[in-house]
Nanobody
Framework: QVQLVESGGGLVQTGGSLRLSCTAS????????AGWFRQAPGKEREFVAI????????YYADSVKGRFTISRDNDKNTASLQMNSLKPEDTAVYYC????????????????WGQGTPVTVSS
């Protein structure tokens, strides 16, 4: 079992940056793929980014590619999402998740979730 806690959300202007952090406890974090997802009001939860257990492989949604960077530090049991050039459409509650290697971009394939941290991007 893994417990996840997100932090770093807040209010930022268009074009600004935020860095979200996810701290894991329980089983060794290195055993899991780490993903970031987001959910805006009235919309389904959507994939944002994923990083392999080793940190060697990453994959991003087209909507954030080139602007967001996912990283992890297994020694510190953390995963991060650096968000640059933020747009109003990035406004959502952001969740980190942990799952098996095959979890991919599908939310239901992830076993563990944090409570989320809200991000609001103003014009």
């Amino acid at each position: 079992q893994v417990q996840l806690v997100e932090s770093g959300g807040g209010l930022v202007q268009t074009g600004g940056s935020l860095r979200l952090s996810c701290t894991a406890s329980g089983r060794p974090f290195s055993s899991y793929v780490a993903g970031w997802f987001r959910q805006a009001p009235g919309k389904e939860r959507e994939f944002v980014a994923i990083i392999s257990w080793s940190g060697m492989s990453t994959y991003y949604a087209d909507s954030v590619k080139g602007r967001f960077t996912i990283s992890r530090d297994n020694d510190k049991n953390t995963a991060s999402l650096q968000m640059n050039s933020l747009k109003p459409e990035d406004t959502a509650v952001y969740y980190c998740a942990a799952g098996p290697t095959y979890a991919g971009t599908v939310p239901k394939m992830y076993d563990y979730w944090g409570q989320g941290t809200p991000v609001t991007v103003s014009s």
